[in-house]
């Protein structure tokens, strides 16, 4: 019997480190040649300061239900087996995983595109916080791929102005509109994008 | 029915103008993320606003109890019920309206 195609969204609580390996076989499928995965770790440091931890927190019910619908998004896109997506809450150390994505497909240009989707999608646009703590005070980050994407949230055309798809695939709408970015833009970083960091003690 | 206009009453409203009809109340809850948390100090609260109030209405309601709520003013979302939504969208009771400063996940 063949494996079906499945999703799966996890939002863990505090304290609970990300099983790597756990996702990673839940898109394992015989007839899926390639798992694409992508793993997002804290960094040491940001702009010279030496970065202690992430802490992290979220809306919980919505940060899921924009997950699952950036999934089918990419389901939309591009042709996947299985989609696991992996975000912990609450204190990241230095190295360790926060976010972890896997996808299966048959083909790999399939499951590399639809998994660097899927982590910009995320970053744009799902309701999770991070907070970077120094020795010396601790900041909310904020990511620029959601300040890009922050006007265009919540209308009700769903398709994003402007941008053009350079890749083909339709793009369903989901609760958080999901859109379909230009490749090119590098690589999706923390960082600030909104009057600089603001420090508080 | 009678509406009381002054007196010490605590309401949650301010000084805005009664929309839809008769002026009845509805009953919302609001959650605070992140640094709108830090700068209210509250995670949720409820807020009664006129039926037929938008989601602008009643941003302008939390921000007159917390004027620091400008600072995020400009860079902040509304989710209505789970949904990021625009501030024209009408409010019903027992919505879910979250206040949400520019997100930061992955």
Request: hydrophobic share 35%.
């Amino acid at each position: 019997m063949t494996p079906e195609e499945k999703t799966l969204v996890e939002i863990l609580d505090e304290h609970n480190p990300i099983d790597l390996a756990r996702y990673i076989n839940y898109v394992t499928a015989p007839q899926a040649g390639a798992i694409a995965t992508f793993s997002g770790t804290t960094r040491d440091s940001f702009e010279g300061k030496t970065v202690l931890e992430l802490r992290y927190e979220a809306y919980k019910p919505m940060a899921i239900r924009c997950i699952k619908s950036i999934c089918s998004s990419a389901r939309s896109s591009w042709s996947l087996h299985s989609i696991a997506v992996a975000h912990r809450l609450g204190p990241v150390p230095v190295g360790v995983t926060s976010v972890f994505i896997a996808v299966s497909a048959v083909h790999r240009a399939d499951a590399l595109d639809a998994c660097k989707f899927v982590i910009d999608e995320l970053k744009a646009s799902v309701p999770i916080w991070k907070k970077e703590v120094y020795a010396n005070g601790e900041v909310w980050k904020e990511n620029s791929e959601f300040l890009e994407r922050r006007l265009e949230l919540g209308r009700q055309d769903g398709v994003s102005g402007g941008k053009n798809v350079d890749f083909e695939g339709h793009v369903k709408k989901g609760c958080c509109g999901a859109k379909v970015k230009v490749n090119g833009g590098g690589v999706a970083n923390i960082s600030t994008g909104h009057g600089g960091s603001r420090e508080l003690e | 029915m009678t509406v009381i206009m002054e007196g010490k009453i605590k309401t949650q409203t301010m000084d805005t103008m009664p929309k839809g009809n008769e002026g009845s109340s509805i009953k919302i809850k609001v959650l605070f993320f992140a640094r709108a948390r830090d700068l209210t100090g509250l995670s949720e609260m409820p807020l009664e606003v006129s039926s037929g109030s938008s989601a602008h209405d009643c941003l302008n309601d939390l921000v007159a109890k917390f004027p620091s709520l400008e600072e995020i003013r400009g860079c902040m979302v509304l989710a209505l019920n789970e949904e990021y939504t625009t501030e024209s969208a009408t409010v019903k009771d027992k919505d879910e309206l979250a206040i949400i400063p520019p997100i930061s996940g992955g």
